[in-house]
């Protein structure tokens, strides 16, 4: 039965790995339990500058940034444009405004692009859980299926038995 269910996992993985790799995998897979709390994890492993990119993330991708941003912008044109017309701080063209929103941009891009490439590789840790759950189940519902073959070929002796024992009574 051990045999058999190597094979299968063999065969599954059907990749170029070491011997020692595979049989790693194998263990893996047919003794101990696979899965894996991916979020506890990561969040175990998070450095601060992980946490602050986290927090930025969520704050800029926010509708509230958004709406206060924007009225933000509209109340420095605003005030640039119309109240202090004359003696404006960032008289229109708005350089300074310009200036503002480019160095924004400049560093919030690689901090989402940060936060975006960890929740990648969280990504990527479930999709191998899941891989190696599903594989794992893949075996048991094989082994459970050759048990249940089993059961049903001892029945089948135990209804030829009985029956042959019947016949025997009835002669």
């Known amino acids: 039965m051990e045999k058999k269910k190597k094979e299968i996992v063999r065969m599954l993985l059907n990749q170029n ?53 924007t009225c933000f912008l509209l109340f420095w044109i605003i005030l640039n444009g119309v109240i202090l017309a004359e003696n404006a701080i ?24 940060m936060s975006q490439n960890r929740e990648a590789k969280k990504d990527t840790i479930r999709n191998k859980n899941d891989y190696h759950t599903d594989l794992k189940s893949e075996l048991i519902l094989e082994q459970l299926y050759d048990r249940l073959e089993k059961v049903i070929q001892n029945q089948g002796r135990i209804l030829a038995e009985l029956k042959k024992i019947d016949d025997d009574k009835n002669k």
């Open 17 to 69: 790995l070491d011997e020692k790799d595979e049989e790693e995998i194998i263990d893996l897979l047919l003794n101990n339990p696979i899965t894996v709390d991916v979020d506890k994890e990561n969040d175990a492993k998070m450095t601060f500058g992980d946490k602050v990119a986290d927090k930025l993330s969520a704050v800029a991708g926010s509708w509230t940034f958004i709406i206060g941003f």
């Open 90 to 113: 960032d008289p229109y063209p708005f350089i300074l405004l310009n200036l503002l929103l480019s160095c924004l941009a400049a560093l919030q891009a690689p901090v989402i692009m």
